[in-house]
C-alpha cells in the first residue's frame, strides 16, 4: 500500500503542478505535424543521435559511480562560494552582455534589450534539488531592467525556469520559443500574444534584428511521457551592427559549420561548455567540441557557457572552461593572426563587450 500510495502522490504530483508545464494545443500541434523533423511521435535531430542523458552508456557498476559522483561529490568538485560581479543590468549599454551563469546572458543591441534562457532557480520539478552554487552576491531577477526578448531554446529544467518565467513575464516584451513550448508558457499565465513559437531556419525581426531559430543536436521533456515533444534549438541574431550566435544545449553536428557559412559567421558566440561526459556526448559536447564549434560557427569571441551554476555531471567546475581554454590556445597557435579566436571570462554579472571582454582567471581566486 505504501507504494501505491507513493505513485499515486508522484503521479499527481506530475499531473497538477505546473512546473511540468502543458501539452501543445490544437494550433500548436497543427504546426508541429507540419515539421520535416516531426515524425508523427517525437521530433529527430538532424543526425543519428542517443537522445538522453538518462540511457547512459556502460555497466551497472559504471552507471553506479555515475550516480555516486552526483549523489556524494568529491571534495573540491564544486565551489564553496562563487565571487560575482555586483549586477548592475539597468545600466546596460548598447553593446554590452552580462553573463548570469550557465546558459544565461543578458545583452543589448540598437536599444533592444536581449535575455538568453534565463535560469534563476534550481534546475530541477523538486523543489530543494538541483540548487545554484553559491554566490556573492547572488544575481537576483529583481536586478534585471525591462527585457525586449527571451530567447528560450530548449524546454529542458536548466534552461527553461518556470519560477523565473512567471516573475519576469511582467517585464518582458516577447517570448521566442521552439515549436510546441508555448503551450509551458501559457500554463504558467504568460499572455498568448506575447508568445511566439518556430522551427527550425524560421525567423522574425524586432527592431531591425532579425532572429532565427537554428538546429542543435539535443533532445527536450520536462516529464515523464513527453520526451522529445517540443523541438530544442539554437539561435542566430543578426543586429545592423553585431552578430550574436547561442548554441543552447547539444553535441557535436556538422550543421556548426553550416550555420556558419548561412551567417558568414558571428561577432561572438556563446556556446555550450560545461554538464558533459563522454557517455552522453552525442547530446553534450566535450570542451574540445566546444571549441570547435565556435571555429565552425567563425566566431571571433567564444564565451564558454552552461557551466558555473549547477553541478548536472561528473567533471570538476573548472574544468569546462580549462579545457577549452587549452583547445583555443591550440587552434591560434597554428592559426594566421586574422583566423584566431578571443576567449571571453567574465565574472558572473560582469558587465562587458566585443571591444574590451575580459580574460582573467577568476575561478583560481
Known amino acids: 500500500m505504501l507504494i501505491v500510495g507513493l505513485v499515486l502522490v508522484i503521479v499527481l504530483y506530475v499531473n497538477l503542478h505546473p512546473t511540468f ?3 501543445p494545443s490544437d494550433e500548436s500541434m497543427a504546426k508541429i505535424k507540419k515539421s520535416s523533423h516531426f515524425d508523427g ?3 529527430q535531430n538532424l543526425v543519428k543521435t542517443q537522445a538522453s542523458t538518462v540511457r547512459i552508456k556502460g555497466d551497472k557498476s559504471d552507471k553506479w559511480k555515475l550516480f555516486k559522483n552526483f549523489l556524494f561529490p568529491p571534495k573540491g568538485k564544486n565551489p564553496e562560494k562563487i565571487i560575482t560581479q555586483k549586477l548592475n543590468a539597468k545600466s546596460l549599454k548598447n553593446g554590452e552582455f552580462i553573463w548570469l551563469g550557465h546558459s544565461t546572458v543578458l545583452f543589448k543591441t540598437d536599444s533592444t534589450t536581449i535575455i538568453t534562457d534565463p535560469v534563476f532557480h534550481n534546475a530541477s520539478p523538486v523543489p530543494f534539488t538541483v540548487q545554484p552554487f553559491k554566490m556573492s552576491p547572488k544575481p537576483t531577477m529583481d536586478d534585471l531592467p525591462f527585457i525586449d526578448a527571451v530567447l528560450i531554446s530548449h524546454d529542458h529544467y536548466d534552461h527553461l525556469d518556470y519560477k523565473a ?3 519576469l513575464k511582467a517585464k518582458v516584451g516577447h517570448f521566442y520559443v521552439p515549436l510546441g513550448v508555448k503551450a509551458h508558457l501559457l500554463r504558467w499565465g ?3 500574444n506575447k508568445i511566439s513559437e518556430y522551427d527550425w531556419y524560421e525567423e522574425t525581426t524586432i527592431n531591425n534584428i532579425k532572429l532565427v531559430f537554428t538546429p542543435s543536436r539535443h533532445f527536450s521533456g520536462r516529464g515523464v511521457l513527453n520526451h522529445r ?5 539554437s539561435w542566430a541574431v543578426i543586429a545592423p551592427k553585431m552578430k ?3 548554441s543552447g544545449d547539444g553535441g557535436y553536428s556538422p550543421e556548426f559549420k553550416k550555420i556558419g557559412q548561412k551567417f558568414d559567421g558571428f561577432d561572438i558566440a556563446f556556446i555550450e561548455d560545461g554538464a558533459y561526459n563522454k557517455r552522453w556526448k552525442e547530446v553534450h559536447m566535450l570542451p574540445e567540441q566546444s571549441a ?3 571555429i565552425d560557427v567563425g566566431a571571433k569571441v567564444i564565451l564558454p557557457i552552461h557551466w558555473a551554476k549547477f553541478d548536472l555531471s561528473t567533471h570538476q567546475w573548472t ?5 577549452i581554454k587549452k583547445a583555443l590556445k591550440q587552434h591560434n597557435d597554428t592559426t594566421a593572426k586574422e583566423q584566431q579566436i578571443q576567449l571571453a571570462t567574465p565574472r558572473i554579472g560582469e558587465i562587458f563587450s566585443l571591444e574590451s571582454f575580459p580574460r582573467l582567471e577568476w575561478w583560481t581566486e
Open 21 to 23: 508545464g502543458d501539452s
Open 190 to 192: 504568460v499572455a498568448e
Open 229 to 233: 515533444k517540443t523541438l530544442w534549438g
Open 165 to 167: 518565467i512567471k516573475t
Open 292 to 294: 570547435q564549434a565556435g
Open 319 to 323: 574544468e569546462p572552461v580549462q579545457r
Open 244 to 246: 550574436v550566435y547561442f
Open 41 to 43: 511521435v517525437h521530433f
